[in-house]
């Protein structure tokens, strides 16, 4: 079985601050993972992916993570954020199991305020 | 093109009712998923489907949850004698084959239980 923990519900920050937004994942096989937003109102969106290779993945909107393998975790981080990053953020996996589908395994979402 | 559609946006329903939620998603995309949020939480996973195969129902948490996809276009969401604790955003995504493939997610149905 697979788990997603997102370590902070909510993460308020100041304007041009730096962010990181964690998240640890418990699994018995391999995964991919996923950073997905949602903005108010909005569906979600792919920030980024980490599939293989660079273990630094980066995102649109200026995002980077990061994939720890030995500590389990794919903390998302931004150097300078805007008001326009307020949103709920999502972490994910899905499983690399043949046959399985794509199914996403979610954490609960950290809520990031951006205030001037 | 079009994005993944969800209908209706906004769902109010007696408890006992059965509701149907409609997805339809992006043209050529073989994979299609129901998620659940509840309020505050993660999006639980419900179903899945794929081309002509059998699909995961791993997700569904009671019998009294359904859904049924026409080849590979339109999918319904069939949530019989509703119950409060159903109340959530349900959100369909699909993708291309394979298991690599982003996910692209629709708005969502927002029902509410009363």
């Known amino acids: 079985a697979q788990s997603v923990t997102q370590l902070d519900s909510q993460v308020p920050v100041f304007e041009e601050a730096p962010v990181e937004l964690r998240c640890n994942y418990s699994?018995?096989?391999?995964?991919?993972l996923f950073w997905y937003v949602q903005y108010p109102n909005q569906g979600l969106q792919l920030l980024l992916k980490?599939?293989?290779?660079?273990?630094l993945v980066k995102g649109i909107n200026g995002f980077e993570a990061e994939f720890n393998k030995s500590q389990t975790s794919f903390h998302l981080r931004k150097p300078s954020v805007h008001i326009s990053d307020t949103a709920e953020y999502f972490c994910?996996?899905?499983?690399?199991?043949?046959?399985?589908?794509?199914?996403?395994?979610f954490g609960q979402g950290t809520e990031l305020s951006v205030k001037p | 093109g079009a994005g993944v559609s969800q209908s209706p946006s906004n769902k109010v329903t007696e408890k006992g009712k059965d509701v149907e939620l409609r997805c339809d998603p992006i043209?050529?995309?073989?994979?299609l998923y129901w998620y659940r949020q509840r309020l505050g939480q993660g999006l639980e996973f419900l179903i899945y489907?794929?081309?002509?195969?059998?699909?995961?129902k791993s997700g569904l948490p009671s019998d009294r949850f359904s859904a049924e996809r026409t080849g590979e276009s339109v999918s319904t969401l069939t949530i019989q004698r509703t119950q409060q604790e159903d109340s959530a955003v349900y959100l369909c995504?699909?993708?291309?084959?394979?298991?690599?493939?982003?996910?692209?997610f629709g708005p969502g149905t927002r029902l509410t239980v009363t």
């Open positions: 980490y599939l293989s290779g660079s273990t």
């Open positions: 699994s018995s096989v391999s995964v991919y």
């Open positions: 489907f794929q081309g002509n195969s059998a699909p995961d």
């Open positions: 043209s050529g995309h073989t994979a």
């Open positions: 994910a996996v899905r499983p690399m199991i043949y046959n399985q589908g794509g199914k996403l395994i």
């Open positions: 995504a699909s993708s291309f084959q394979g298991s690599s493939y982003e996910q692209y």
